[in-house]
């Protein structure tokens, strides 16, 4: 036999052609070391071999015998091929369909032992086993499709787990050359299978306990990868050099006694946490964590009182120009009275305290220090843009804004600035532990006192009458509205679509940009349909206005501005106006279609509102008029990580923000719903670092995480 080597190109395998090889690729799959890492995605337990007469309708069985009869039969109707035979053991005979496969005959004819796996059903022509899968039975060989517990892969059109289970298995004879690279105390340990025994285990298990133990091991590898690249990262930036913010509590006490509130608990303790990070001379990368409304914005202020105080300078960036605009007011009203220059920069305005000043001198200023605290948008990071001493970037809403921007800023100054990314958008524990790993976080879990608590009610169909009614007082008597349509998924689903056959699976290339592009198409419709719906039929009364994601920025910031300014009543839109805006005066959320997005989505649109003084309402429509049981939870819940955590359970981590595109494998992602097992991988590679940082012991390991490295995109 021919010796494959892991890199062995999937074209030097046995038997197959051209046609075949396109669609491994289109897998993914290009040597033998992919077929090995091809991971079935379920098992078929086919290990109990059935006696024909004891088959039950509507049964998935398997059954041996002798083929008696087979033949191809035609049906004109509907066009389609049927392959029929007659099995028999010593119990009984029956008989087995198979469709659109007239080919079998040339492999499976009378005389044949063979060996079936299929639903038993009963049919207007008597009853049959459909589809199965099957293997001809040579007396000592190994079943490979139809006996014990069978693999499933995630297949594609024309290639499917039949296919892909003849070419594993040819490739597990390179097993024996895949090296361990986990430290075995480690295995020993979390008490885990070693690589070569795994890789047989997770694809030709003998019984369950050794698949899940396989599929366990490979879980395990994935994230302490994933734990060991971002820890990693985490004590690289720890060796950079940042400036030294001095902790000055009279000034600390001065700003806090200024405050027309007390600060909570959480807010302290995020305050502290950052001031003495920023104390050291390394770089700070914190995340501050709270649910729209916990006061972010103040523990910011802090952070940025102290570094100017020290004499240095801050950015801070906000995603769009009304938010940049709005921090902009609200930092100065806080550091009112500490004799600071703070300077709004955005693609349309330059503005220092309320004047208006030219571009060109806004740079000056920037450049020779004369301004302590600059916000603006990203045209506060573009290339002309020279601090003289910026020691912190703040940031808001923008999850992984860090890494690279601060990157582009780094350029510009001899020393690291510190980091405080800010962020409104729930993300469950296993995440913060892993995808966010090199980030250490600050949480606001506790609201100022005395916030009002939005009504948050389902409406049923019969009701959406009154809904509206609701809605007319509310802008009769002065308020505003925001109505969100449903979001429109996809109607194809990307990747490993779960189908073992050769039909389904992943269409051409590119289809899903295809789809996606389609889809902000279809929001627009469907936005223009609701504003249509409501400026003729419903509330042609009021003003209402619409935003979707094909208006350009700039009409966007303008029809945003305009209802800021109460110039609009009712604001239509997508999901586009999820981020940090303030409007205190709306006071109704109405959410059509809420059955289509995701807890921590919803909680986000609701957040909009119970900014003012006024009572306020979330009102959610489903689509079916049914009500499940996550629009339930959130009518009971009001806190943000509570429902990031039931959503991460119900809905898995593939829809929070950057784990799709992250390159995250499946089996590490399906584990992110296992807090303890997540836990786990972290403290292993914490102390794996603590002993040996650079992983000089651990050659293997080592090269592993650096092929790691390249398939993962943290954004
Ligand atoms: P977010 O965390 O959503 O960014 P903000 O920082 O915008 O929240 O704060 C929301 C509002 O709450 C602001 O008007 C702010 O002045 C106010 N606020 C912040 N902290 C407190 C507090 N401890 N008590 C009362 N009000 C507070
Ligand atoms: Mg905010």
Not at 519 to 542: G, H, N, Q
Not at 599 to 614: C, E, I, T
């Amino acid at each position: 036999m021919i010796k494959y080597t892991l890199d062995t190109p999937i074209g030097k395998l046995s038997r197959i052609n051209e046609r075949y090889l396109k669609k491994f690729h289109k897998l993914g799959l290009t040597t033998v070391r992919d077929l090995l890492y091809h991971f079935p995605h379920r098992y078929d337990d086919y290990s109990k071999i059935v006696p024909i007469n004891a088959l039950k309708f509507d049964e998935v069985a398997t059954i041996q015998g002798l083929v008696q009869k087979i033949d191809n039969i035609r049906t004109f109707k509907r066009r389609m091929s049927l392959t029929e035979a007659i099995i028999s053991d010593n119990t009984g005979s029956v008989k087995v369909i198979w469709f659109n496969q007239p080919y079998l005959i040339k492999n499976i004819f009378p005389g044949k032992s063979i060996s079936l796996s299929g639903k038993y059903l009963l049919g207007p022509k008597g009853p049959y086993i459909s589809n199965p899968s099957y293997e001809l039975l040579i007396i000592g060989k190994f079943m490979t499709h139809t006996a014990g517990i069978i693999p499933v892969y995630p297949a594609t059109i024309g290639l499917g787990s039949r296919f892909l289970r003849y070419y594993i298995k040819l490739a597990l004879i390179a097993s024996d050359q895949i090296k361990e690279f986990i430290p075995y105390d480690i295995l020993r340990k979390q008490k885990l299978p070693e690589i070569k025994t795994a890789l047989i285990n997770i694809h030709f298990p003998k019984n369950m306990k050794f698949a899940e133990e396989a599929k366990k091991r490979f879980a395990f590898e994935e994230l302490f990868l994933l734990q060991l690249f971002v820890l990693k990262q985490k004590i690289s930036l720890q060796k950079e050099i940042a400036f030294k913010v001095v902790f000055d509590k009279n000034l600390i006490q001065k700003f806090v006694n200024k405050l027309p509130f007390r600060l909570t608990n959480a807010q302290r303790k995020s305050a502290w946490e950052i001031i003495r990070d920023m104390e050291k001379n390394k770089p700070m990368n914190r995340l501050l964590q709270g649910d729209v409304g916990s006061g972010k914005t103040v523990v910011a202020a802090m952070a940025a009182l102290e570094t100017a105080k020290t004499g240095f300078q801050i950015a801070f960036l906000a995603p769009t120009e009304i938010l940049a605009q709005q921090h902009f007011k609200e930092i100065n009203k806080l550091l009112n009275g500490f004799n600071l220059h703070i300077g709004l920069l955005t693609s349309a305005e330059n503005k220092v305290e309320d004047e208006t000043i030219k571009r060109n001198d806004f740079i000056e200023k920037v450049k020779n220090g004369k301004l302590n605290i600059v916000i603006g948008t990203h045209a506060l990071i573009q290339k002309n843009i020279k601090f003289k001493n910026l020691a912190l970037v703040i940031v808001d809403e923008q999850h992984r804004f860090g890494v690279e921007q601060r990157a582009m800023l780094l350029g510009r100054s001899k020393q690291i600035p510190h980091l405080l990314s800010m962020t409104a958008t729930p993300i469950p524990r296993t995440l913060t532990l892993t995808i966010y790993g090199d980030l250490d976080i600050s949480l606001l879990d506790e609201m100022p006192e005395g916030r009002q608590k939005i009504i948050t009610k389902i409406v049923p169909p019969e009701q959406r009458k009154q809904a509206y009614e609701f809605i007319r007082r509310e802008v009769k008597n002065g308020r505003q509205v925001f109505v969100i349509c449903p979001r429109i998924e996809a109607s194809t689903s990307p990747s490993t679509t779960p189908l073992d056959s050769t039909r389904g699976g992943l269409g051409a290339d590119g289809q899903l940009e295809i789809d996606h592009r389609k889809l902000i198409w279809s929001e627009v419709k469907a936005v223009k349909e609701e504003y249509e719906k409501l400026t003729m039929d419903i509330f042609p009364d009021l003003k209402i206005s619409m935003l979707h994601g094909k208006i350009k920025a700039k009409e966007k910031e303008k029809i945003m501005t305009d209802f800021k300014d109460k110039k609009t009543d009712v604001l239509v839109s997508t999901s586009v106006i999820e981020v940090g805006i303030d409007i205190p005066n709306t006071t109704v959320m109405m959410i059509e279609g809420a059955d289509r997005f995701g807890l921590a989505q919803l909680h986000q649109f609701r957040g909009r509102v119970g900014r003012g003084k006024h009572q306020s309402y979330c009102f959610l429509f489903s689509t079916s008029g049914e009500t499940t049981h996550r629009l339930r939870a959130l009518v009971k819940c009001d806190n943000g990580f509570e429902l990031a955590e039931k959503d991460l359970e119900i809905r898995g981590p593939g829809q929070f923000y950057g784990i799709k595109q992250s390159g995250i494998p499946d089996l590490a992602m399906n584990s992110l719903k296992d807090l303890i097992f997540v836990k786990s991988t972290r403290q292993e590679a914490v102390e794996l670092l603590k002993k040996d940082p650079e992983l000089l012991k651990y050659p293997l390991l080592s090269e592993k995480l650096s092929q790691f490295k390249k398939t993962i995109h943290l954004e």
